[in-house]
């Protein structure tokens, strides 16, 4: 089977886990404390609404990351909430689950917020420091220009110092464990643990790279509107955030697509270059967790393909 042919499969790395969903479920496995792997299970539900935006372009992509980021959280919960909790201490987890899974809604809100949130930053605060270079670069062209360059160095800072973190350090070890994963099977390989350690951390579907082509996106959608005031600039920053998703994921998936392509393959180039902080070399035991949370979802998968042709022949 050609990877045209392969079904999508997206992925999300968790503390101590990784997440992968398909067309009808999500799955995460988590390391516990005492070494075992713990699974967490989510169907996916169809939204008639979602489903006829996501066939529409440029909308398509702002969907598209309001399911990610309210999934995402949830299995982001879970595996903030299980990791570093000794199985013996389970009974006091099961006490709390049905208040919790009554907050699932609240979790997933939560989840759409604070990515809003820290667009909303990224997107404001390059604005101010610009503003200050106002004497030496007056025109919208030059301000708009180093407003990109100022969202791009905070962007790479940010992900670079957080990266220092012991955590955030293992999460990005589990990123790129699920970046080898998708790889492996893409390229149709067994999943095996030597096989997928053989495989590239980066990808170019990934989300790091979605968050800088919205940078430079921004760049070229800024430049149609004006610099000043400060509070037209403002508030067009705002309006335009879903405009900027929108291309941005564009341009992503297209260039997914033409990564096999010489030439035009290094048009995701950039997005690689960051994923070298997003994403590290993991270990053996961070991919084999990666591969049973993969293998698990396509058990799932299959399942959930075999029922729909049985009633299709019934």
């Known amino acids: 089977m050609s990877n045209s042919q392969k079904p999508v499969y997206g992925g999300q790395a968790v503390v101590e886990g990784v997440m992968f969903g398909g067309k009808h479920h999500y799955v995460t496995a988590?390391?516990?404390?005492d070494q075992s792997v713990e699974y967490f299970h989510l169907p996916r539900k169809a939204n008639?609404?979602?489903?006829?935006?996501?066939?529409?372009?440029?909308?398509?992509?702002?969907i598209a990351i309001i399911e990610s980021s309210a999934n995402g959280s949830k299995h982001l919960n879970f595996s903030t909430e299980r990791f570093d909790v000794d199985p013996k201490e389970d009974e006091i987890i099961k006490d709390k689950e049905v208040s919790k899974l009554t907050m699932y809604l609240g979790v997933a809100a939560i989840g759409v917020i604070s990515f809003l949130f820290g667009k909303f930053a990224f997107t404001l605060i390059p604005v101010f420091l610009a503003v200050l270079t106002k004497p030496i670069f007056p025109s919208d062209f030059a301000q708009v220009l180093v407003e990109g360059f100022f969202k791009l160095i905070l962007l790479i800072s940010y992900i670079?110092?957080?990266?220092?973190?012991?955590?955030?350090?293992?999460?990005?070890?589990?990123?790129?464990?699920?970046?080898?994963?998708?790889?492996?099977?893409?390229?149709?390989?067994?999943?095996?643990?030597?096989?997928?350690?053989?495989?590239?951390?980066?990808?170019?579907?990934?989300?790091s790279s979605f968050i800088l082509f919205t940078v430079f996106v921004g760049v070229f959608v800024y430049m149609l509107v004006?610099?000043?005031?400060?509070?037209?600039?403002?508030?067009?920053r705002l309006l335009l955030i879903p405009v900027v998703l929108g291309i941005a994921f564009e341009i992503l998936q297209l260039t997914n697509k033409l990564r096999d392509i010489p030439v035009l393959k290094y048009l995701g180039y950039p997005g690689l270059w960051l994923q070298l902080i997003t994403t590290k070399e993991p270990q053996n035991d961070q991919v084999e967790v990666a591969i049973l949370s993969f293998n698990e979802l396509l058990r799932r998968e299959r399942e959930s393909e075999y029922s729909v042709k049985s009633e299709e022949i019934v």
Request: glycine share 6%.
């Open 160 to 207: 670079y110092f957080v990266s220092l973190t012991p955590l955030i350090k293992r999460v990005f070890q589990y990123h790129g464990a699920e970046h080898k994963v998708i790889n492996t099977f893409e390229a149709g390989v067994e999943l095996t643990v030597e096989n997928v350690q053989a495989h590239s951390r980066l990808h170019y579907r990934c989300g």
């Open 30 to 33: 988590v390391r516990r404390k």
């Open 226 to 236: 004006p610099t000043t005031p400060l509070w037209l600039r403002v508030v067009d």
């Open 48 to 62: 008639p609404y979602f489903t006829i935006l996501k066939k529409i372009p440029f909308l398509r992509g702002i």
